[in-house]
């Protein structure tokens, strides 16, 4: 089995700065994909970030120039640098990746627990 663990969330002042990481852990034989999912209360959950396994790093127009994705291959973790932070940045921020648990698997997806962003003054 795999588990996404997310650390890093809380409550910032506008204009301010937090970093997301996502660890995962199991059974991994490779990362397919790993990206950012936010979900704002009464709204769906989007991808503001990704990076595939050639590395290449995608970003949602509303995220673009704010939001730093990095990855540390061998640690299987994810991080995630929120600059600017703005309130209608508020929302919780899930990780979710693609996963091969075996050299013959499919990649499936999974899921963390989610963690929450409050920017507020």
């Known amino acids: 089995q795999v588990t996404l663990v997310e650390s890093g969330g809380g409550l910032v002042q506008p204009g301010g700065s937090l970093r997301l990481s996502c660890a995962a852990s199991?059974?991994?034989?490779?990362?397919?994909?790993m990206a950012w999912y936010r979900q704002a209360p009464g709204q769906e959950r989007n991808q503001i970030a990704r990076?595939?396994?050639?590395?290449?790093?995608n970003y949602a127009d509303s995220v673009k120039g704010r939001f730093t994705l990095s990855k540390d291959n061998d640690k299987n973790t994810m991080y995630l640098q929120m600059d600017d932070l703005q309130p209608e940045d508020t929302a919780v921020y899930y990780c979710?990746?693609?996963?091969?648990?075996?050299?013959?698997?499919?990649?499936?997806?999974?899921w963390g627990q989610g963690t929450q962003v409050t920017v507020s003054s």
């Open positions: 979710h990746a693609n996963i091969r648990t075996t050299s013959e698997a499919y990649p499936e997806p999974f």
């Open positions: 990076i595939v396994f050639s590395g290449r790093i």
């Open positions: 199991g059974t991994i034989f490779r990362v397919s994909t």
